[in-house]
């Protein structure tokens, strides 16, 4: 028998070894196609607005499966055990069991069913691919345009390095130089004077809270009935473009959502996507609410306030005499007040609608739209947006 | 390097390995270590520890499982991973302690003799292992590259072969005929007996054979029969499906002796290690080591734990066999190490268990059935007396190549349209219906036609069809 061979370890082999990079990077390809094909499950299920941009969200994947004929349900399996099986014993889930590799018995396919971590950053990218948003547009939207919030006031002795102030310091080091008594010119050879840490001073930072910074979005929603999957997408889809919108003009963003039914309240972001239970709807307990909050905590001279409201299109009659008069307040407080009869095509409901009588609702700063499918999210905000008094340099363009 | 040995130490000991090998009569390839790190472990592994290998998504997917597995220390690494090459490859992980080194240094020989030995891997020809990968890596790569063709159009191909990759002949003592032998065999068959009373009987009707079927006999090897006879394939798509088939040949031996082959390797690691005079600290940690590798896992079945059990189970009955044995199997005719030679030969892990494996052993490692009952398993039946044979039956269908369906083309063009026509045999496992659908969607993207399978669900027999419309059930 000949020599074994053995070949040491090179460092430089395994640098340039990453021989799977390149399948990796297609399997994560067909993962985002996954996502994308099921984009309205994932975003109507997930919070996503004014969440921080590295959260991680786990998002179920399908169709990754390698198929092959295998055998099913009624297929038995062999184990081992210890000492003490009986029948009728629980030894495990289905599924969890190993794949099926080559040079591995499996007989079932194992978790092909997996989920995948994709940050919030993927997720809005394909939401807006999906609902083919223009790209300059994108840009505007994904990165936050924000104006310095600090200003100088004044100086102290600690601070971080970036704030040094140079002058200051070195003012301070030559002062200390002549009260000791020595010459301010050095002639060579003469000793160091170096800086002392109480010579160091820095600038001062403080936050400027101007009052136009600030800005709340209200999201209202009817949660009474039949928000399925698909509206729960739409209305997300457009809360979360609103809420981009404004943060992109603003520092300070502040989101709340009120969910109705025939009453209102305020809760958070989960619990506005999941559905309501009774059948009623009183839209104007929810802009009676909306009105309150605002009088309570954001002051219009303090706050640009957005309000935007979802629903399918239905009231009850007697309630919308009430409604036009808290719209029509709603409208004097707000920058900017929407409504957006959310109908899917094909979804099979035509009930009222709501535009008729929003119709005679006659302010500059509001607008009401329909919503049909994810097509129309973008024209939509878009024309609602162009409502907006405030025509600043941010504007999103037509 | 982190842990204190370095190559010197490994031949050394290598040396002192490679002599008990020679001493116990393993027969083995010349044998090669690679030192590796955990990354390039991960990546040997998505690629079935091959150098070169063509692309494919589904060995990244392999490969980020691998390594999420690893990562939160679901699934540690192999300590060695061999392949059945001439010179054998096998790659050592440098993370490894020396114990860890040595003992996979004795584990891989016995892989070794293995595949140079056994009988399923007569025709895997390992000395052109290497080679073919690469070359079939070469080709699928010039397919990439190639602008009227695209890796988006291979990537479909692919896809499609690699579901029915093992659906191939499985048994190589069976010769395969070719379609010009088959028509020879069809004729005589068709032949009349020989009578040697002739003259008093009614000479019999001659039936002409229809030799117009294709196949004339089922065949088993979906993707080499549809690269042959589905015309409308390009040549280059022809080709991958011959890359894909020569690659399964390769790996179904493996498949078909995992429980023989590690049972084997540890037989003999855990034999040579005891004979090298391994200083006591060494010692203690190989036994450390072999323990974790030869436990029995419970609730499933650990191909080392079986069979290291079975091998030293052979050696005893044949050198130490009680009267019992005696009485039942007769006196042995051979010595025990004999015997395992023999065994190493001329078996696969199907005949292994039915062979060796024992009431007695089956109710020692307290084997169990399950089936399924909802999203549990259930223990269906023990290895008592009543029902042992029922789990030694379950245990050999979940072995080897026993897990793949069975599934032959018995027409390819039936009903004269060139629909093809596939039959399961079914042997009381129904098939997994939304497997079921997308396979024989991707049997019907390489035919080209309608393809059709015959099998049973639920006791009664069932059609299903994959045509441009999808995938549906004939009413019979």
């Known amino acids: 028998m000949t020599d074994s061979v053995f070949r040491p370890y090179s460092q430089s082999d395994a640098l340039r070894s990453d021989r799977s990079a390149g399948d990796r990077l297609r399997h994560r390809q067909k993962v985002r196609q996954a996502i994308r094909d099921n984009i309205s499950d994932v975003i109507s299920e997930e919070s996503i607005i004014g969440q921080s941009r590295d959260k991680i969200i786990k998002v179920p994947i399908r169709g990754m499966r390698e198929y092959r004929f295998i055998y099913g349900d009624n297929s038995p399996g062999v184990g081992t055990g210890d000492g003490q099986t009986q029948p009728g014993q629980v030894v495990g889930q ?305 | 390097m982190a842990n204190n040995w370095t190559i010197k130490d490994l031949e050394y000991w290598d040396a002192k390995i490679r002599d008990k090998v020679a001493e116990s009569g393993l027969d083995c390839f010349p044998q090669e270590f690679e030192v590796c790190d955990h990354e390039q472990m991960l990546g040997f592994m998505a690629y079935h520890g091959m150098p070169a290998h063509y692309p494919h998504w589904s060995y990244g997917k392999s490969y980020e499982k691998l390594k999420t597995l690893y990562d939160y220390g679901v699934q540690g690494l192999p300590y060695e991973m061999v392949i059945n090459s001439n010179p054998s490859l096998a790659y050592l992980m440098r993370e490894n302690s020396l114990c860890l080194q040595v003992l996979t240094v004795a584990h891989v020989y016995g892989h070794n003799d293995f595949f140079k030995n056994n009988f399923t891997f007569s025709q895997t020809q390992p000395e052109l292992t290497i080679s073919r990968m690469k070359t079939r890596a070469d080709r699928v790569r010039s397919y990439f590259e190639d602008p009227s063709i695209g890796p988006d159009r291979v990537e479909y191909i692919l896809d499609a072969a690699h579901a029915l990759s093992l659906q191939c002949s499985r048994n190589i003592a069976v010769r395969k005929l070719n379609p010009a032998q088959q028509r020879e065999r069809a004729v005589l068959s068709a032949e009349p007996a020989h009578d040697p009373f002739e003259r008093v009987h009614k000479s019999p009707v001659y039936e002409a054979p229809d030799l117009s079927r294709v196949p004339l006999e089922p065949e088993e090897d979906l993707l080499l029969f549809i690269a042959d006879n589905n015309r409308q394939l390009a040549d280059w798509e022809r080709d991958l499906l011959h890359i894909v088939h020569e690659e399964a040949q390769y790996f179904i031996p493996q498949i078909e002796t995992k429980i023989m082959n590690e049972g084997w390797a540890s037989f003999w690691h855990h034999r040579i290690m005891h004979s090298i005079d391994l200083p006591e600290d060494l010692y203690l940690e190989f036994l450390v080591h072999h323990n974790q590798v030869v436990r029995p896992h419970p609730g499933s079945i650990n191909p080392y734990f079986l069979g290291f059990q079975l091998w030293h189970y052979i050696l005893r009955r044949y050198d130490e066999p009680t009267d019992e044995e005696i009485a039942k199997y007769g006196e042995p005719d051979k010595s025990g190490m004999e015997k395992l030679f023999e065994v190493r030969e001329t078996d696969r892990d199907s005949s292994f268990l039915r062979r060796f494996l024992t009431e007695e052993m089956m109710r020692e490692m307290d084997m169990f059935e399950y089936g399924r009952q909802r999203d549990k398993l259930v223990v269906s039946k023990v290895s008592d007396e009543e029902h042992w044979q029922d789990v030694k039956d379950s245990l050999l269908k979940t072995v080897g190549m026993a897990t793949t369906p069975v599934i032959r083309i018995v027409d390819a063009d039936f009903d004269h349209n060139r629909v093809l026509l596939m039959e399961h045999d079914h042997d009381g496992r129904d098939l997994d219906l939304e497997y079921l659908d997308r396979t024989l969607g991707y049997a019907y993207r390489l035919w080209g036609r309608q393809v059709l399978l015959r099998t049973q669900i639920q006791d009664e027999p069932a059609t299903f069809a994959y045509d441009e419309e999808g995938f549906t059930q004939l009413e019979d």
């Not at chain 1, 919108?245 to 709340?256: A, L, M």
């Not at chain 1, 409208?331 to 109908?343: R, S, T």
Request: net charge negative.
């Open chain 1, 94 to 398: 289905d599924g969890d069991q190993q794949g099926d590799q080559p040079g591995q018995a499996g007989d079932r396919p194992g978790v092909d069913y997996y989920e995948t971590d994709i940050t919030l950053e993927e997720l809005i990218d394909i939401m807006f691919e999906d609902l083919e948003l223009p790209d300059l547009e994108r840009k505007k939207l994904r990165e936050i345009e924000s104006d310095s919030t600090r200003k100088r006031k004044g100086f102290r002795k600690v601070g971080v390095r970036v704030h040094l102030d140079k002058k200051r310091t070195m003012l301070s080091r030559l002062r200390r130089k002549l009260a000791t008594g020595r010459e301010l010119t050095g002639a060579e050879g003469e000793h160091r004077f170096p800086f002392h840490r109480d010579d160091l001073t820095y600038r001062r930072l403080v936050r400027d809270v101007k009052p136009h910074s600030n800005a709340v979005v209200m999201c209202l929603m009817d949660t009474s009935g039949s928000m399925d999957t698909l509206k729960k997408y739409l209305a997300r889809s457009f809360f979360f473009l609103l809420y981009q919108f404004v943060r992109t003009r603003y520092n300070n963003v502040e989101v709340v959502f009120i969910a109705h039914d025939t009453r209102a309240r305020e809760v958070n972001e989960e619990e506005f996507f999941t559905k309501g239970e009774s059948g009623g709807t009183m839209i104007s307990s929810a802009y009676n609410k909306t009105l309150e909050i605002i009088q309570e905590r954001y002051h219009p001279s303090l706050w640009n306030i957005y309000a935007f409201h979802c629903s399918d299109g239905d009231n009850w009659p007697h309630d919308n005499e009430p409604t036009l008069t808290a719209a029509a307040e709603l409208c004097q407080v707000c920058n900017l007040f929407g409504y957006g009869e959310i109908k899917p095509l094909n979804s099979g409901y035509y009930g009222d609608s709501l535009l008729q009588l929003f119709g005679e609702l006659d302010a500059p700063n509001y607008h009401a739209l329909l919503i049909e499918g994810k097509e129309d999210i973008w024209p939509s905000f878009r024309a609602f947006l162009s409502h907006d008094p405030v025509q600043d340099t941010t504007e999103v363009s037509a």
